[in-house]
């Protein structure tokens, strides 16, 4: 089983800072990487698919950057709305795994 | 316009039953894989089985394998959850939720509200 690793856990951040998220494959996994938002009570939001494609419809401040085992999620200019969970998620071999989770919290 | 709807949650005691449905619309359901995700009170999201598009192929995390049955029903765009045996543990909001296209389990663009599903004497 690939198992993913976030950091940081928890950041608290003001509004237009840059923030960055990291996550760590335990194996390879080449570009099979993905990015969800999940805002409280609501259900988790593709933000982006095989490491650095963007979704249609989020906003170009969330990017996506990384392969092999090493991946990053960057919010450039953090706006309020953005205080969230962000989940990093593999697809490259059974089971497909969730990272847990980091907490962005507005100052 | 894509939607899924997750029904039949609730409060369960351990070593019971219960069936979750997730019914889709505004796509070609027979064509998609679907997958049942879910998410423990306050903690992180855990992938749980999966259904593929075509071929009937199924899939399971280990920590429901021989307890939990996913299956679909093509003719009312429906995807079931079959869930026996059930432990605290299992206690969750569960999601339905399909892949970015056809014949991609994931990435899962599209998401249900979820269901709860409470496992408890």
């Known amino acids: 089983e690939v198992v993913l690793t976030q950091s940081p856990d928890f950041q608290s951040v003001t509004p237009k800072e840059k923030v960055t998220i990291t996550c760590r494959a335990s194996q390879s996994i080449g570009s099979s990487l993905h990015w969800y938002q999940q805002k409280p009570d609501q259900s988790p939001k593709l933000l982006i698919k095989?490491?650095?494609q963007s979704i249609s419809g989020v906003p170009s401040r969330f990017s996506g950057s990384g392969s092999g085992t090493d991946f990053t999620l960057t919010i450039n200019s953090l706006e309020a709305e953005d205080a969230a969970a962000y989940y990093c998620?593999?697809?490259?071999?059974?089971?497909?795994?969730f990272g847990p989770g980091t907490k962005v919290d507005i100052k | 316009e894509v939607q899924l709807l997750e029904s039949g949650g609730g409060l369960v005691q351990p070593g019971g039953s219960l069936r979750l449905s997730c019914a889709a619309s505004g796509f070609t359901f027979s064509t998609y894989a679907l997958t049942w995700v879910r998410q423990a009170p306050g903690e992180g999201l855990e992938w749980v089985s999966g259904f593929s598009g075509s071929g009937g192929k199924t899939y399971y995390a280990d920590s429901v394998k021989g307890r939990f049955t996913i299956s679909r029903d093509n003719s009312k765009n429906t995807l079931l959850l079959q869930m026996n045996s059930l432990r605290a543990d299992d206690t969750a909001v569960y999601y339905c939720?399909?892949?970015?296209?056809?014949?991609?389990?994931?990435?899962?663009?599209?998401w249900g509200p979820g269901t709860l599903v409470t496992v408890s004497s």
């Open positions: 095989f490491a650095s």
């Open positions: 998620h593999q697809s490259s071999s059974l089971p497909f795994t």
């Open positions: 939720a399909r892949g970015v296209d056809s014949g991609s389990y994931t990435p899962f663009e599209y």
